[in-house]
Every structure is written in structure tokens, then in C-alpha cells.
């Protein structure tokens, strides 16, 4: 078991706090969000953990981990940083972007998960939305599931909450016959889209992909995503107005609704 973290973006959204730092290593609660996720990982004895890095990398020096750089992270996105570290894609890996702290028992309940694809999907997204968002549906995308918590759909913009099952938190693990799928699927693609449009999303070149349209190209190509359902124990930091809000929770003891922080 191993564990790659996608922290190659800026983080614009947070300046002034990333005007000179990358977007992971912003402060929250006396840890960087780094700091966090790689406690948790080793609380469940994942210890072999590699970092996409890309802005400011410089400043991305932790001690016990693997380093793998996206040189073009200012014209990529995450399905690009990934595959930077393509070869530490192995017999069973955990992914998680860089800007998301989660508890404990969320790893633990993916680890679980006996899945060629498992998707942490947080049902009860709407308390985190409704806490950061005046109108949550602007900032939500689409997810919608089977009933036996197979994803049907997932990233897209939505006109009404019933499309809404839950909200993919940014964290996954690829297994079994899982790694090669998404090796081939990903090389395909970017073959397809030398010369015709990006197979993933119409509207951008291949490299611009998010990683939701990766997920739903596999969906397209009939493979199985099956969604690990968590209810709050996470917290996205996107905004200056995230950090703002979750710094006022903890200061007010009210975090606890969101996320029961660990050591």
C-alpha cells in the first residue's frame, strides 16, 4: 500500500496565503495540510508516500517521503500530476489532492474497500457546503449512484440538488487490476487527442483535464467506481473565505460538527 498526494497547484484563491508558499503548505489548525494527511497516513501504516509537487516546490521539504515534480503545472491539472508519478502506481494506491485534511476513520474505511476503484463520496456534504457556500448548488457537482454505490456520474455542473447523491472529497484508491486500467486508459486518451479532441472533456485540451473527467471517462468506458460513503470527518480548504470560516469554528470549538481533528 502506498499513497500519492497531488499538491502541484497554486492555490490563487487563497492569496494571500499562498502568494509565496504552494496551497499545501498553508497553515491550518498548527499543521500544514501536508503535515495532516501524511500523519493520518502513517497513523494507518502507510509510510511509502509520494508528493506531486509544482509551485514552489522548493518549499516542499518533509523528511520520510518521496518527491516527483509536474513542471507544467501551471498549464495542467490533476490527471497530469498523477501520471508525473505514474510509477508509483502500484499494486494498491491511495490518491489524495493536496488541499483536503479528513480523519482517520475516512483512510480507514477506503483502506477497507476491496474495489478495483473506490471513491471516497461524503453524503452528508451539504453541512460542509452550507457552512462555506451562501448558495451550495454553485459551488456542488454532480454525483449520482446506483444502489449498490456504483458512481453513475460525477463533475458536472448542476441545475438541481436531487442530482446531487453526495460530493467526491478528492481522495481514492486504485487496486488489483485497477492500476493497469487507468495506466491504459490514461495513454489512450492522451493518444486520441494528438490529433482529434480530448476524449475526456470537449471544452479543454487533454493536459487541462480534471480528475473528475478521468472518473467519468472510465465510467463512459463501462468500468465499475464504486463510491466508499463517509458522512463529514473532512474538510476542503479552497478559499481565503474557507480558511476564514474553519479557523473561526476551531476558535469557537464548533469544528467538531465538520471534523474531529487527531493529533
Not at 518527491?67 to 490527471?79: D, G, I, P
Not at 491511495?94 to 477506503?110: A, H, P
Not at 487507468?182 to 493536459?207: Q, T
Request: charged share 25%.
Amino acid at each position: 500500500m502506498n499513497a500519492i498526494i497531488l499538491a502541484a497547484g497554486q492555490g490563487k484563491r487563497l492569496y494571500p496565503l499562498t502568494k509565496n508558499k504552494p496551497k499545501c503548505m498553508v497553515n491550518l489548525f498548527g499543521k500544514t495540510l501536508l503535515e495532516w494527511q501524511i500523519s493520518v497516513f502513517k497513523q494507518c501504516g502507510i509510510t511509502d508516500i509520494s508528493i506531486v509537487t509544482g509551485y514552489h516546490s522548493e518549499l516542499i521539504d518533509l523528511p520520510g517521503v518521496e518527491f516527483f515534480q509536474n513542471k507544467k503545472f501551471e498549464t495542467t491539472n490533476m490527471v497530469e500530476s498523477l501520471f508525473c508519478a505514474s510509477e508509483k502506481l502500484e499494486k494498491s494506491t491511495i490518491v489524495s489532492y493536496g488541499d483536503i485534511i479528513f480523519e482517520k476513520r475516512i483512510l480507514d474505511k477506503l483502506l477497507q474497500s476491496k474495489h478495483d476503484f473506490s471513491i471516497v463520496v461524503d453524503k452528508n456534504w451539504r453541512k460542509q457546503w452550507n457552512t462555506r457556500f451562501e448558495n451550495p448548488l454553485d459551488y456542488a457537482e454532480s454525483l449520482r449512484l446506483n444502489k449498490s454505490d456504483v458512481i453513475l456520474d460525477i463533475g458536472k455542473k448542476v441545475q438541481d440538488i436531487d442530482e446531487i447523491s453526495g460530493q467526491y472529497i478528492g481522495l481514492m484508491k486504485f487496486q488489483n487490476k485497477g492500476i493497469n486500467i487507468i495506466k491504459d486508459f490514461y495513454h489512450k486518451c492522451k493518444e486520441h487527442s494528438v490529433k482529434n479532441s480530448n476524449p475526456l472533456n470537449l471544452s479543454l485540451p487533454f493536459e487541462k483535464s480534471y480528475m473528475t473527467d478521468f472518473l467519468q471517462g472510465l465510467i463512459n468506458a463501462d468500468f465499475s467506481l464504486k463510491a466508499v460513503i463517509i458522512e463529514n470527518g473532512w474538510l476542503e480548504l479552497d478559499s481565503i473565505n474557507d480558511y476564514e470560516i474553519y479557523q473561526k469554528m476551531y476558535n469557537n470549538n464548533s469544528l467538531k460538527e465538520l471534523i474531529v481533528l487527531g493529533d
